[in-house]
């Protein structure tokens, strides 16, 4: 795996980075050696902020933690990422290598083991999507009061999406294509 580590806001240093590397060594065996994870560590006033996006054959598992101290909020997302990978096992196991999936599965399992989730679709909405800037389709989200909004770009007439971040800024999600 391809692992990639940024600091935001601050300079880091070689052993949290070889840290992190060893931490994200044991989802090796998941994934191929073509998957790629990102690190992006952040600093704001005391808090400190780890996130790890790991892209895997289209597949895309994120985690966030925060924490005082920048190992705990690693250990955290690590422990995330795992939970992730366990809890949609069955749905991960026809894109990524299953036998290295179930021992990994195996080794973390707890005893009381949760029952396996079926999605279901409970209300399906359809709309126009009009053509807007991302300001104007965050000024509706927000008219809206909903989480998140789908709209045309009138920039790159794409479809894309704006969130409400936890922090109470924004996200604008585009669509890439897959190399």
Do not use: W
Not at 55 to 74: Q, T, Y
């Amino acid at each position: 795996m391809k692992v990639t580590i940024t600091g935001r806001k601050v300079n880091l240093r070689e052993n949290f980075k070889e840290l992190a590397r060893k931490k994200l060594s044991r989802f090796d065996r998941i994934f191929n050696e073509n998957a790629s994870a990102k690190v992006v560590v952040t600093v704001e006033r005391n808090r400190q902020t780890v996130e790890i996006t790991i892209v895997s054959d289209g597949m895309i598992f994120r985690g966030e933690a925060a924490d005082p101290e920048m190992n705990n909020a690693l250990d955290q997302v690590i422990s995330v990422l795992g939970r992730q990978i366990r809890k949609n096992k069955a749905k991960l196991d026809k894109q990524i290598h299953s036998t290295a999936l179930d021992q990994y599965v195996q080794q973390y399992v707890n005893a009381t083991e949760e029952p396996e989730e079926e999605y279901k679709v409970v209300r399906t909405k359809h709309f126009i999507v009009k053509p807007m800037s991302v300001n104007e389709a965050i000024l509706q989200m927000n008219l809206l009061e909903h989480q998140f909004f789908m709209f045309r770009n009138e920039e790159t007439e794409e479809i894309n999406v704006v969130y409400r971040r936890r922090q109470g800024n924004y996200g604008l999600l585009e669509p890439e294509e897959n190399d």
